[in-house]
């Protein structure tokens, strides 16, 4: 099911649904900008959530994103032992809710 070209297919949200996808654009554009936060960090801060939710057009689209604003190979790295530990987390304090 997963296939880059997929993307393509948002011409037709853009045809059909023009106000919610320039929304969702502008939200993306603007949460994932230089700000107090840099672009680095805010692209594996992405990352580390597009793991955990295991999505791949993320990762891709993302990992780019990370390595053009200077992410080294380290830092991909740590990233994502960052998303293991949150999951693990995540898991095990749920685990609370069986007791």
């Given amino acids: 099911m997963y296939d880059m070209s997929n993307l393509d297919k948002l011409a037709t949200l853009q045809k059909n649904t023009p106000e919610a996808l320039a929304a969702f654009q502008a939200l993306d554009k603007a949460a994932l900008a230089e700000g107090a936060i840099p672009v680095k960090y805010k692209e594996l801060m992405a990352l580390a959530v597009a793991l955990t939710t295991q999505c791949p057009y993320c990762l891709e689209v993302h990992k780019a994103a990370a390595k053009k604003a200077g992410a080294t190979e380290q830092e991909l790295s740590e990233t994502v032992f ?18």
């Avoid at 960052?82 to 007791?99: D, E, K, Q, S, Y």
């Fill in 82 to 99: 960052v998303a293991t530990a949150l999951r693990a987390g995540a898991a095990l304090t749920h685990g609370t809710h069986l007791l």
